[in-house]
C-alpha cells in the first residue's frame, strides 16, 4: 500500500472516530461493565485500528470491528494483570466477557446500548449535575474542560464530579439497562431535561468562538426520536417537536461570516420546511392529548413563530398568552423574562420594562446576559440611551459567546450619543 493510500485509511480512521466512538463507547460499557475500562478499550480499539487499517484496509464493518479489537484489548489487559494479582479475582470476569458466542453489534443493537447509557447517567441516584457532566462527558464526548467551561465550573472540580459518579454506578450497582416500563415514566423527566441541556448547548453554545454546535444538536435530537420510539408520551413528543422547531431555523440564525441574527431578521426562506412540518405535527399530538408540559408549550410557541410568513405576522397575542399559561406550569425567571419580551412585542417596550425591572428588583437574573440585552434593547426602543448602554454594557461582560458579544458590541456602538 502507498503512503497517500495508507495516509486516506488514517484519514478515514479519524473520520469514524469523531462519527462512531461514543456508540462504540456505550456498546463496551454493556460488554465490559465499567466506564473507565471501556473508554480505555476504546481507545486501544483505535490505535489498533491505526496499526492495521493501513495494511489490511477498512473493515466492511467498523464498528463491529472496533467493539470486537475493543473487547479483546480489555481482555489482554485483565489477564495481564491477573498474573500479579489472585487469578480468583478476574477469573469469572474474565470468563463473562470473553464468550465466544456471536454478538449482536449491528446498528440497532448499539443504538440501544446508546439508550442504555442515556439512562444509566441520567439515573436519579445521582446529583442532577452530576447527570449532565456524565451524559455530555460519556454519551456525547464532551471533554471536561469543555463541560466546565459550558457550566462555568473550574475543570478539576467537574472531573471529579464526574469521577464520583461513576463511582456510585459502580459501588451502588445501578444496572446499565432502560428501566422497565412501570418504572420508566418517573426516570422519563430527568431525561429529557438532561437531552435538552445537551441540545441547547449545540443549538447556542454556551461560550466560544462558534454560535452553535451541530453535533450536540443531531445527537440531542437523535435521543429525542429513540426516546419517543421507546416511549411515546406527549412530553417527549413535545420536546422532539421544540428541539427540531428551534434546529429548522439554524441555517439563517447566522450571517455568512458567523455573525449573530436574531429571529426578526432572520431570512424565513433558509428555515427548513421539513423539520418544522416534523414539528408542528408533533405539537398538534401533544397537545391533543390534554397531558402536555412545558416542553409542549414551548415548543407550540416555537410552532407560532414558524408558522409566520413575515417576522410583522407573528402572533404575539398568542405567543404572550402561550406563556401565561408556560409560566402557570414553569413558574421560572427565565420563563418570566421571555414573556415579558412577548408583551413588549404584544403591549409596546414599556410594558414589557415594567416586567423585567420587576424580576431585578427581585434580585433574579442579574447575572444572565441575556436578561440585560432585553433590558437594552426596550431602553433603546424607548429612548432611554443611557440606560440602554448601561444594560449593553453589562450584557456584554456577562456574555461568554463570542458571536453574542460582537452582536451587542455593534448595538451599543449604534447608540446615540
Not at 36 to 63: I, K, M, T, Y
Not at 162 to 172: G, N
Not at 355 to 361: G, M, T
Request: aromatic share 6%; proline share 5%.
Amino acid at each position: 500500500m502507498t503512503e497517500d493510500s495508507a495516509q486516506r485509511i488514517r484519514e478515514t480512521a479519524g473520520a469514524i472516530y469523531r462519527a462512531e466512538s461514543r456508540r462504540v463507547f456505550a456498546t463496551l460499557i454493556r460488554l465490559l461493565g465499567d466506564f473507565d475500562l471501556a473508554e480505555e478499550a476504546l481507545h486501544d480499539a483505535f490505535r489498533a485500528a491505526l496499526e492495521q487499517w493501513p495494511r489490511s484496509g477498512v473493515p466492511a464493518n467498523p464498528r463491529a470491528w472496533l467493539v470486537s479489537a475493543g473487547r479483546f484489548k480489555a481482555i489482554d489487559g485483565i489477564r495481564r494483570q491477573s498474573r500479579f494479582e489472585s487469578a480468583d479475582d478476574h477469573s469469572d470476569y474474565v470468563e463473562a466477557i470473553a464468550d465466544e458466542a456471536p454478538q449482536p453489534w449491528d446498528a440497532e443493537s448499539i443504538e440501544d446500548d446508546r439508550l442504555r447509557l442515556v439512562f444509566t447517567c441520567c439515573h436519579p441516584a445521582l446529583a442532577p449535575d452530576a447527570q449532565v457532566a456524565l451524559t455530555l462527558r460519556e454519551v456525547c464526548g464532551l471533554t471536561t474542560e469543555e463541560i466546565a467551561q459550558a457550566y462555568l465550573s473550574a475543570a478539576p472540580a467537574l472531573a471529579q464530579r464526574i469521577v464520583r459518579a461513576k463511582a456510585k454506578i459502580r459501588d451502588a450497582g445501578i444496572p446499565y439497562q432502560v428501566p422497565a416500563p412501570e418504572e420508566l415514566a418517573a426516570r422519563l423527566d430527568s431525561v429529557l431535561r438532561v437531552v435538552y441541556l445537551v441540545f441547547n448547548e449545540g443549538y447556542s453554545a454556551s461560550s466560544g468562538q462558534s454560535l452553535t454546535r451541530v453535533d450536540l444538536s443531531a445527537e440531542a435530537i437523535r435521543l429525542g426520536r429513540l426516546l419517543l420510539e421507546l416511549l411515546p408520551e406527549p412530553e417527549v413528543a413535545g420536546l422532539l417537536a421544540l428541539m427540531l422547531l428551534q434546529e429548522s431555523r439554524r441555517a439563517a440564525r447566522t450571517s455568512p461570516t458567523g455573525e449573530l441574527v436574531l429571529l426578526n431578521d432572520q431570512d424565513r426562506l433558509r428555515w427548513n420546511r421539513d423539520q418544522i412540518a416534523e414539528g408542528s405535527g408533533l405539537v398538534e399530538r401533544a397537545l391533543a392529548s390534554g397531558r402536555y408540559g412545558p416542553y409542549s408549550l414551548q415548543a407550540a410557541i416555537a410552532a407560532v413563530h414558524a408558522g409566520a410568513e413575515t417576522a410583522d405576522a407573528t402572533d404575539w397575542a398568542e405567543i404572550a398568552g402561550l406563556y401565561d399559561v408556560l409560566f402557570g406550569v414553569d413558574p421560572s425567571p427565565i420563563v418570566e423574562l421571555n414573556r415579558a419580551v412577548a408583551v413588549a412585542m404584544r403591549d409596546g417596550p414599556a410594558a414589557g420594562l415594567a416586567l423585567v425591572d420587576a424580576i431585578f428588583a427581585r434580585g433574579e437574573l442579574k447575572e444572565y446576559h441575556l436578561a440585560h440585552a432585553a433590558r437594552a434593547d426596550l431602553c433603546r426602543r424607548l429612548g432611554h440611551n443611557a440606560d440602554a448602554r448601561t444594560s449593553y454594557q453589562r450584557a456584554i461582560k456577562l456574555a461568554r459567546q463570542e458571536p453574542e458579544r460582537r452582536f451587542l458590541e455593534r448595538r451599543l456602538a449604534a447608540l446615540p450619543d
